[in-house]
């Protein structure tokens, strides 16, 4: 019986009809979701918090059913419900005015034990824990928003039904929440129901997204289509045109079926539109009397029908334009780079291959393009109102946001090219970096001939320097944006070939993994490459900061079937200011991809530094061993190792896949050995107790000691004998390298 709750759908609503007196407001509606997170959207008065409440118990219903992991819920009380594991967030935040912040989440917490605590929320909203003593009448609106979405968290629920959850919020706790629906989505212990009025939220969180009419699900549309398309969110959700929506609901098979028989002669004259609740209902409402519902009536004239025609038309050529053939992006900021970006645009076109013509200015001034700047725009958690300021930097890093969103929504890209300076480079390089490792990616910019580190990062971003800047078209600048265009639409075609061939061989392709690698390490990496080519493809990342960056890259991407992080010396240059750090985000992708790994502590006995003379002052009694007169080794205390194997340990506890962590009892790297010049038992031992007092050891995590140095044939042939089994229980998530 367990077996069968466990698989039944997170909610599931068949047919529910509810009335406020006469007014019929919910009139059938049907609803599923499986798991994850799935939006609500509508316009005010159609129904979405009436469906909330209804489901929740709090208004009757007239029909259907509501039913919570297969458990029937229609006629229980909410306290019933709440008891089966439903959480709600109210519409309007419903809080005890005489209650504080902390008593409001001590009295739910106690309903349910799982990962939500009060301390994980002071933790989520910083602002809460400052707050905590003030009761619910004494916060902001925000305030109030984030406590009533903390006191259903708390509840730890099955189902958490969440109504306008960004009302009143500050834009960077928007995000916040956005990213925390989205971490709820994936961790598949808890499903969500958002209604949300922000539409770059609902379309973020979840992968579809219900459209609701006056009281009925209408549609269930991509969240990708929605995002992308304006017209269509005008038509549906925006103050426009509404009179022909109920007849769009099932236009494609109505028209295939109905194809060979005749149609009837459309109206050419003045159309009159009714509508029967003119006012939004109360459960006190009568039915409106036939006068008040014809003075309400409007007309729709023969030149509305046009337009409605041309907005169809225009919908259909985006959703042409975001599906089908693959297509490449010319990006830039057209209303200063218009010439230089519609002449890359036309070479690759004159190529045969599909373009559009990506406007991310931030001036507010409209450009013909494919995709203008107010429609990126629409990415950002604020909207336009969030990219389009007086503050231009501010203005470029929303719109750089914006269009990373907006881009990681796109599934047919081929290529993508940019041409402008440093500010341009800066608005559409974290959106390349965003994009698998394989798809061309090209920026010519005057910024190309120095550090391009901030800008290309962990990714395969070609850069080519401009020469001249890039204003205006003239001899040089016309060769160099032709070479660059050309250059790419080269790459294109070479990989989109190479995409049409590669089906004959697909299968003698073998799953990639990484592993991370350096100089003090690298007998192990060979004979681990080894022992294991037959079966994988092995790619192996130097770490060096970036390297550990390409590498969680392409698992982020889905291209990495497992990973064998050996080497993780990057923490060292993070925590203690080497020049080869990782960022804050090492182990990010392993924690959200789940991918079966297998870590150790590789060369985490030493700080990279440059020459000598760059050492800090601070570092100049250390114990140091100098590798080249470029790089010099500095050899870590026992209180760094300690504060190592914390950090460590800490991200090891979030990765939710299967994990084994090598401990080598002699030595950590090729100086970390008996007669060696960094051996030094006593900081070895302080990074495996630390390790082991933090990591919490299941079935699935587990730290593994070794008696061998981590260059001992011994040590590898175990690290071998470990991957091998994770990855053939894991062989549903092997990917191909593309």
């Known amino acids: 019986m367990s077996d069968v709750r466990r698989s039944a759908p997170a909610l599931e609503v068949r047919g529910l009809d509810v009335y406020y007196g006469r007014s019929h407001a919910l009139q059938g509606v049907d609803l599923t979701l499986e798991s994850g997170v799935f939006s609500v959207v509508g316009r005010n008065g159609m129904g979405k918090t009436t469906l909330c409440k209804a489901i929740m118990g709090l208004v009757r219903t007239s029909g259907g059913s509501v039913r919570i992991r297969g458990e029937e ?35 739910a917490a106690g309903m349910r034990r799982g990962p939500w605590t009060t301390d994980r929320i002071y933790e989520t909203f910083p602002r809460l824990a400052e707050r905590k003593d003030h009761g619910g009448s004494q916060l902001s609106g925000g305030e109030q928003q984030m406590l009533a979405i903390s006191r259903a968290l708390v509840t730890n629920p099955h189902l958490l039904i969440m109504d306008e959850p960004t009302e009143g919020l500050a834009p960077v706790i928007v995000t916040q929440v956005e990213e925390m629906l989205v971490r709820l989505g994936e961790d598949g212990d808890m499903s969500v129901l958002v209604i949300e009025q922000n539409i770059g939220v609902a379309t973020a969180v979840s992968g579809n997204v219900a459209i609701m009419v006056n009281g009925r699900v209408n549609r269930i549309i991509e969240s990708a289509r929605l995002a992308a398309d304006r017209d269509l969110q005008q038509r549906l959700l925006g103050v426009g045109l509404h009179s022909d929506l109920e007849s769009d609901v099932e236009a494609g098979p109505a028209e295939a079926d ?259 690698m350096f100089g003090v390490t690298t007998p192990a990496v060979q004979k681990i490459a080894a022992d294991l080519r037959d079966e994988f493809e092995c790619l192996v990342f130097h770490a060096t900061g970036v390297g550990g960056r390409s590498m969680e890259k392409l698992v982020d991407s889905g291209q990495l079937a497992g990973v064998i992080d050996l080497t993780t010396t990057e923490v060292c240059d993070l925590l203690m200011g080497g020049v080869f750090p990782a960022t804050d985000d090492r182990f990010g992708a392993v924690i959200r991809g789940r991918v079966p790994y297998v870590g150790s502590v590789g060369a985490l006995d030493m700080v990279n530094f440059g020459a000598p003379d760059t050492i800090p002052e601070r570092y100049r009694q250390r114990k140091f061993h100098v590798h080249n007169p470029q790089v010099t080794l500095m050899r870590t205390t026992p209180e760094e190792n300690e504060r190592m194997g914390q950090w460590i340990g800490e991200r090891l506890n979030q990765m939710d896949g299967r994990v084994r962590f090598f401990l080598p009892e002699g030595g950590v790297s090729a100086l970390d050995a008996p007669g060696q010049p960094f051996w030094d038992a006593d900081a070895d031992a302080a990074l495996f107790r630390a390790l082991e007092r933090t990591v919490r050891q299941t079935a699935n995590r587990q730290l593994i000691r070794i008696r061998n140095n981590i260059n001992d044939p011994e040590f590898a042939a175990a690290v071998v004998s470990a991957f091998r089994p994770l990855l053939g229980r894991a062989g549903g998530r092997r990917r191909m390298v593309r």
């Open 258 to 516: 109905t194809a060979g028989a005749p149609q009837p002669a459309r109206n050419k004259g003045p159309v009159r539109i009714f509508i029967s609740n003119p006012t939004l209902p109360t459960r006190w409402s009568q039915p409106v009397p036939i006068a008040r519902i014809e003075a309400a009536a409007r007309t729709v004239s023969v030149g509305v029908t046009r337009l409605e025609e041309v907005a169809q038309r225009r919908r259909e050529s985006v959703t042409t334009q975001t599906s089908g053939p693959p297509v490449v992006l010319v990006v830039g900021t057209l209303d200063t780079k218009g010439a230089e970006l519609r002449f890359i645009r036309d070479i690759i076109a004159g190529s045969g291959l599909r373009t559009r013509l990506i406007d991310v200015s931030t001036s507010g001034k409209a450009s013909a393009c494919d995709v203008s700047a107010q429609e990126i725009a629409l990415n950002h958690g604020r909207g336009g109102s969030g990219v389009f300021g007086a503050d231009r930097g501010a203005s470029v890093t929303a719109m750089a946001d914006a269009f990373a969103r907006w881009l990681r929504r796109q599934d047919n890209i081929a290529g993508i090219i940019s041409a402008g300076g440093s500010g341009g480079a800066s608005l559409v390089a974290p959106g390349m970096r965003s994009l698998p490792i394989g798809v061309p990616k090209l920026i010519v910019s005057s910024v190309a001939s120095g550090d391009v580190g901030p800008y290309v990062g962990p990714a395969d971003i070609t850069m080519m320097y401009s020469v001249t800047d890039v204003q205006g078209l003239n001899s040089i600048s016309r060769a160099v944006l032709a070479n660059g265009a050309n250059a790419l639409a080269g790459m294109v075609k070479a990989r989109l070939d190479d995409r049409t061939a590669k089906p004959r061989d697909a299968g003698a392709s073998l799953p990639a993994i990484g592993i991370t």
């Open 73 to 107: 819920a229609t006629g229980l009380s909410p306290a019933r419900i709440a008891r089966l594991g439903v959480g709600y967030v109210p519409q309007g935040r419903r809080l005890w005015r005489s209650l504080s912040v902390d008593e409001h989440l001590r009295l």
